[in-house]
Structure formats: C-alpha cells, structure tokens
Nanobody
Framework: QVQLVESGGGSAQTGGSLRLSCAVS????????MAWFRQYPGKAREGVAS????????SYADSVKGRFTISQDNAKNTVYLEMNSLKPEDSAMYYC?????????????????WGQGTQVTVSS
C-alpha cells in the first residue's frame, strides 16, 4: 500500500514562495508517476504538475508554468513542489498523488493513491 504524506503548506504574500513536500512509502519510488493537484472549495481537483521518477521528466499545467517546479529526491523518497511568484489564485488545498509503475505520466491522468492535502493561502 502506497502512503503519501504532504507537508509545507501555509501562508504567503503575493509574489512570495512556498515549498511543498510529499514523502512516499510503500512503493518502488524509482518507477512512479507522481503529481501535485490543487482543489478550490466546491471545485474538482486540477492537476498542477507531474514527474516520472524513473527519468525525472516533468509536465506542468499552463497556469503554473515558469512559476512552479516539481522535483524529486530519490534518497528521501520525496517529491517537492517549489512555488514561486505566488498569486492569490494559487490559494487552494494541494494534494500529492501517485501512480506506481506507470510510464504514462501527466497531471491530467488518473491517480490511484492520494495524500491528505495541505492548505496554501496567498494574500494580496
């Protein structure tokens, strides 16, 4: 069973930065499709970024390209989301997701495993 634990959410000012972490256990970290999603109140979750941990290839939603960076630390079985130039519209609950063993990796695909979420609030 894959377990995902997010951390690093909190508050920031417009233009500021935050880094989210997702610790992964229970799977072969080196062959996962990992992603970050966000969810606004009353809305469906939307994919933000993904990374295929076997080769580090990444993909981003247009709304965050150039501002957010997804990365991995294989030694710590952890995926990060570095969020820069934050905007009030980035305020949401952020979730980590994993699809073990999947070569098809995109923030728009289906994911089986999810973390509990971490809140990000950006004030103007």
């Amino acid at each position: 069973q894959v377990q995902l634990v997010e951390s690093g959410g909190g508050s920031a000012q417009t233009g500021g930065s935050l880094r989210l972490s997702c610790a992964v256990s229970g799977s072969f970290f080196s062959r996962n499709c990992m992603a970050w999603f966000r969810q606004y109140p009353g809305k469906a979750r939307e994919g933000v970024a993904s990374i295929y941990t076997a080769d580090g290839s990444t993909s981003y939603a247009d709304s965050v390209k150039g501002r957010f960076t997804i990365s991995q630390d294989n030694a710590k079985n952890t995926v990060y989301l570095e969020m820069n130039s934050l905007k009030p519209e980035d305020s949401a609950m952020y979730y980590c997701a994993a699809e073990p063993g999947s070569r098809w990796c995109s923030p728009y695909r289906y994911f089986t495993f999810w973390g509990q979420g971490t809140q990000v609030t950006v004030s103007s």
